[in-house]
């Protein structure tokens, strides 16, 4: 995907991460977060960076340790599989460890997968300590640990709170669950870091970057616009004029092709009772509380589901809208799929 501007969230975390700030980056899917944190990665000067995504495994502990130590010794030139390390730490291991001054216990017995998970936590800092430089950790879809493992997340603050040679970035697609770890005065991460939310772009971004990459007609701004500023629609849509495709083909190929995700999206949001009627009553630019045949509370409840789910994310007080545009456009009936 094109990187499209974004040019003032780039700043912001490259300046803050120099000065040893930590972020809790918040965005509905395929809104750029990974591109966004990736491309920072790429302009930090003088920083050791690890980028790790926890969606695959954020249900165990022992697994999530091994697959993070794992990460760790790749950027640091170490190759050897976890299944060998588990086995007997290689010599080049082992030596790396005592340089860090980092104890872990891979040797099959026995032990503590929290034990073990705050020890491999705790290797950044070490290696920053050794190596003199700043490190910067990403961890993607951070809320996923809190889908019933708070004990985890406890293990990963517990270390962390102590880290004053890393700086971190949370990202996280679920709004509803980034606010229960970050922001609700019982999150295990309550007031921890610079909370930024990535919204849609910007028209006047996308303009700007266009005019470096596609000649556009009136024709390709509306599509543009149509789409919302969804970044990773309006990326694609810009590759395919940009290959040659007239403004309408390409808009008429991406719908095509993205057909059987947004049916993905109806399915489950039919998953949830009643959820399908609040959802088009948002489509349709009205207000679900009021048009919904519901109790307020069940619409508040059914609305709560879906932001779990991220598919719609709040805007002010009973204002909702659709994160996908396509789905929006789907359930409005105003585009045809």
Do not use: C
């Amino acid at each position: 995907m094109w990187f499209i501007n974004r040019q003032e969230e780039l700043n912001r975390l490259k300046r803050g991460i120099s000065q040893g700030e930590s972020f809790v980056l918040v965005a509905p899917r395929r809104y750029g977060k990974t591109t966004l944190i990736k491309r920072v990665m790429r302009e930090l000067k003088g920083t050791i960076n690890f980028y790790i995504d926890l969606m695959p495994y954020a249900d165990s502990p022992q697994s999530l340790a091994n697959y993070l130590l794992e990460r760790f010794l790749r950027e640091l030139g170490i190759t050897e599989g976890i299944k060998r390390l588990a086995k007997s730490l290689s010599l080049k291991a082992k030596l790396l460890f005592e340089e860090l001054g980092v104890e872990l216990e891979l040797s099959g017995r026995e032990k503590d997968p929290l034990l073990e998970l705050s020890r491999v936590i705790d290797i950044p800092q070490r290696i920053a300590e050794r190596k003199g430089k700043r490190v910067v950790v990403a961890y993607d879809e951070f809320g996923e640990l809190h889908t019933g493992k708070d004990a985890t997340i406890k293990v990963f603050r517990s270390v962390i709170q102590h880290h004053t040679e890393v700086s971190y970035i949370f990202a996280g697609s679920q709004e509803s669950l980034m606010e229960s770890i970050f922001t609700d005065k019982k999150g295990a991460f309550f007031r921890f870091g610079t909370i930024m939310e990535l919204g849609a772009l910007r028209l006047e971004e996308v303009l700007l970057f266009a005019q470096e990459q596609v000649l556009l007609q009136p024709m390709a701004v509306s599509l543009i616009e149509t789409l919302k500023g969804h970044p990773y629609y309006t990326s694609r849509l810009l590759q395919k004029i940009q290959m040659g495709l007239k403004p309408m083909d390409a808009f008429e190929e991406l719908i095509m092709e993205e057909r059987g995700y947004v049916e993905l999206l109806v399915e489950r949001v039919k998953t949830v009772k009643n959820a399908l009627e609040v959802m088009r009553a948002i489509a349709t630019g009205k207000n679900p509380y009021e048009v919904v045949r519901l109790s307020p509370q069940m619409v508040n409840k059914v609305l709560q589901k879906l932001r779990l789910m991220g598919l719609v994310r709040r805007l002010e007080r009973g204002l909702y809208e659709i994160t996908d545009p396509l789905l929006e456009g789907y359930l409005s009936g105003e585009m045809e799929f």
